[in-house]
């Protein structure tokens, strides 16, 4: 089992540019989210996802879309990147409610 | 709108010293979670509570959870260095299938 895989591990963007995060679970988890990590600020949930076809909105969604057209994948889109969207970002997946998150390595992007 | 609290941000303890992190919530849940993040890398999850009451052990770290009171503790006994790192709570709101973290703790422990 590779567990929860994101890629890229870093990135630089430039302000308005786009790019999607992707991440990729194969251990059939229903529950999927996105968290972004900012120092003294701790997780904060973009968006989740608790089957193929179902997302809501997390905390902080402003800026950023998703979709979940198939159980294994649920891909971060970033539609015109802003330098306060400088962030690593976490990628988590569970099996049922009640479960722990499994998390994945995180990305590291970075806008200027 | 769920709130989660951690006290304290920082922790800085001796080797062989007790201490305790708390996490209070602002709402309705009976599901807490915890988990350990090293500098650098991802989470890791060391605990699941999912009852008023529950408590559960792992080496030196114990966690409970008072749902009365909205409130969970990871106790640390006997720190050692490894247990350097930044712990977090976070609760899965009652009806919804949010899980709001904490702003974590960051424990340091040294001889």
């Known amino acids: 089992n590779a567990g929860v895989t994101q890629t890229p591990k870093f990135q630089v963007l430039k302000t308005g540019q786009s790019m999607t995060l992707q991440c990729a679970q194969d251990?059939?988890?229903?529950?999927m989210s996105w968290y972004r990590q900012d120092p003294g600020m701790g997780l904060r949930l973009i968006h989740y996802?608790?089957?193929?076809?179902?997302?809501d909105q997390g905390e902080v969604p402003n800026g950023y879309n998703v979709s979940r057209s198939t159980t294994e994948d649920f891909p971060l889109r970033l539609l015109s990147a802003a330098p306060s969207q400088t962030s690593v970002y976490f990628c988590?997946?569970?099996?049922?409610?009640?479960?722990?998150?499994?998390f994945g390595s995180g990305t590291r992007l970075t806008v200027v | 709108e769920l709130k989660v609290e951690q006290n304290p941000l920082f922790l800085s303890m001796q080797e062989g010293k007790n201490y305790t992190i708390y996490c209070n919530y602002s709402t309705t849940s009976d599901r807490l979670y915890w988990y350990r993040q090293d500098p650098g890398k991802s989470l890791e999850s060391l605990f699941v509570?999912?009852?008023?009451?529950a408590v559960k052990q792992e080496g030196r770290l114990m966690a409970s959870l008072d749902t009365k009171a909205r409130l969970s503790t990871l106790h640390i006994t006997a720190a050692v260095h490894d247990l350097s790192a930044t712990y977090f709570c976070?609760?899965?709101?009652?009806?919804?299938?949010?899980?709001?973290f904490g702003t974590g703790t960051r424990l340091q422990v040294f001889p």
């Open positions: 996802s608790v089957g193929a076809g179902i997302t």
């Open positions: 509570l999912l009852s008023n009451g």
């Open positions: 976070a609760v899965e709101t009652y009806n919804t299938d949010k899980l709001i």
């Open positions: 988590a997946s569970r099996y049922r409610r009640g479960g722990g998150y499994t």
């Open positions: 251990m059939n988890h229903e529950y």
